[in-house]
């Protein structure tokens, strides 16, 4: 496990090569994701190395159902009562009423893909409230969701009002390693993904924090934009 400072108040959680984060705040902390399952653990470990508990979790983003953002979300709940959000599209998922959906991979199967039937199976988790960029429910603090579908079909970031602003990107992309964004070995492109890209692109935040990387800390929108220059 390591913990890592992204600005005041905001920290990023990473397990293997999934991340989570921590947003504390006056009423609590909040989570964005929650790793792999079984990984509350791991959660508990960051969150005592800020001074803060499970039973300090008030509220519990999830930008989308795949085990190894959601995977932790129920064994928190249950020792926090923290409520989760999720977005209407992929709260069945989570729930696991259904099966989450397959990514949008390219062409080739990578690894991480193959190795996902692995990890342990990941238990139903209450969704207390839905998502959406307009008409969803109010998001703790200074948070708002930004529908960036997809990924998954409910695929959600959220932007953190704090610092210039830190979007919360989930998977709808990733940085390499110079700092560029890219679509990421689990996202081909599609309409959807693009659509998604480009909206991402004509946003104004400093700071992007993704699921599978390391965070791009300044001028972040401004590397969207570059990257959805380049769509034909």
Known sequence: MAIV???DGVYQISSGYVNSFIVDGDEGVCLVDTLVPKKEGVIEAGLKEIGRSLTDVAAILLTHSHSDHSGSAAAVKSVSNADVYASAADAPAIRREVKPPAPPTPWYVSLPFLLMPLLPAQPATEVDHLVAETGGAALPGDLRAVDTPGHTPGHTSF???RAGGVLFVGDAAK???DGSVVRGYFNRSTPLIDRSLVH???????IAAFGHSDPIRSQASA???RFTATFA
């Open 159 to 161: 932007l953190l009002d």
């Open 223 to 225: 590397a969207f934009r």
């Open 175 to 177: 940085a390499a390693k």
């Open 5 to 7: 400072k992204i600005l």
């Open 200 to 206: 991402i692109a004509e946003m104004e935040f400093a």
